[in-house]
């Protein structure tokens, strides 16, 4: 080999060392000043209303996008006789709309789904092992898919009390004497601060919390 390609040869090794030397660096300094995860989602708080009475719909004001103030009357039902209102449980918008003026409805059928889109936050999972360096009112940095070119800031406002596979509809069951460790983890909740109309509830987001 020449001294020219020697050269070059040594320069493009160093570099790719300082490379390794400077993301080895960086990964130790995010993992020791944050925890990251992209198992996050956009939430809000979100109530149903519902027929008080079965009989006909009617007068029904639940169109989606439709503001609604808490007992704000959105349509009344009739049974022929008596006639009932239907309400809203909380403030907030209309995001589904499950009934049509003149529908026969049941009581207890859902007509439509509130959300307080004023109030939204962030539920991300954070890993058990990463849990014991989180508190309360720490800052976070959020991106939310729908709005990728934007970084919102946030609060931890809330961690979780037990881990989701507690909450599980069906938890697994170990029926062999072999048991397997697997890493739990655990609801966080953070509020996200002055979020664009672009992040809607149920969206993906990805969150980096300052330790």
């Known amino acids: 080999m020449s001294k020219g390609r020697l050269i070059i040869a040594n320069m493009i090794g160093m570099v790719v060392v300082l490379a390794l030397i400077a ?3 960086y990964y130790y300094y995010e993992s020791k000043n944050y925890v990251k995860t992209d198992e996050a989602k956009v939430s809000a708080n979100i109530m149903q209303v519902v027929a008080p009475a079965a009989g006909t719909l009617t007068d029904w004001n ?6 609604v103030s808490q007992d704000a009357v959105v349509g009344k039902i009739s ?4 006639t009932v209102s239907v309400t809203s449980m909380m403030s907030g918008t209309i995001i589904k709309n499950a009934a049509n003026n003149n529908q026969m409805v049941q009581a207890g059928q859902v007509l439509a789904q509130t959300a307080d889109l004023d109030h939204l936050y962030i539920t991300a999972n954070i890993k058990e092992t990463e849990l014991k360096d989180i508190e309360e009112g720490a800052s976070v940095d959020i991106m939310v898919d729908g709005d990728s070119d934007t970084t919102f800031k946030g609060t931890v406002e809330e961690i979780g009390y037990a881990t989701n ?4 509809m069906l938890p697994q069951q170990n029926t062999s004497d072999n048991y397997t460790k697997v890493t739990q983890k655990v609801p966080v909740k953070i509020s996200i ?3 664009s109309d672009k992040v809607l509830p149920g969206m993906n987001a990805e969150i980096k919390i300052s330790l």
């Open 165 to 168: 596979s507690v909450f599980s």
């Open 23 to 25: 993301g080895g660096a």
């Open 193 to 195: 601060e002055n979020p």
């Open 62 to 67: 639940g169109h989606e996008g439709n503001k």
């Open 79 to 82: 049974d022929g006789g008596h």
